[in-house]
Nanobody, 120 residues
Framework: QVQLVESGGGLVQPGGSLRLSCAAS????????MGWYRQAPGKQRELVAS???????NYADSVNGRFTISRDNAKKTLYLQMNNLKPEDTAVYYC??????????????WGQGTQVTVSS
């Protein structure tokens, strides 16, 4: 019914930048809040940044000032610009979205994840 597909992950040196994208598709009526989460090996999944439908944003302290979340509602796409990357940013990054589908059911959906590795 709904798919969230992330892209843009990869290997980058410390201090480098990456831009993640998450495209939503399927029987979508409306998309509410969206967010990026990450999970490092042996750690719990944590919220990185979130954005409301109107564009209000929230960031984890660890990424505030380095990462920027944005969305294009017309394209049903979420972005995460990551600058000044650090080794501790290494994780699988997941897209999350609160979506109401055409049957009016509202649920949280997850993407499959994209690996970000920061290493020299």
């Amino acid at each position: 019914q709904v798919q969230l597909v992330e892209s843009g992950g990869g290997l980058v040196q410390p201090g480098g930048s990456l831009r993640l994208s998450c495209a939503a598709s399927g029987s979508i009526f409306s998309i509410y809040a969206m967010g990026w989460y990450r999970q490092a090996p042996g750690k719990q999944r944590e919220l990185v940044a979130s954005i409301t439908r109107d564009g209000s944003t929230n960031y984890a302290d660890s990424v505030n000032g380095r990462f920027t979340i944005s969305r294009d509602n017309a394209k049903k796409t979420l972005y995460l610009q990551m600058n000044n990357l650090k080794p501790e940013d290494t994780a699988v990054y997941y897209c999350n979205a609160d979506i109401r589908i055409l049957t009016m059911t509202r649920s949280a959906y997850w993407g499959q994840g994209t690996q970000v590795t920061v290493s020299s």
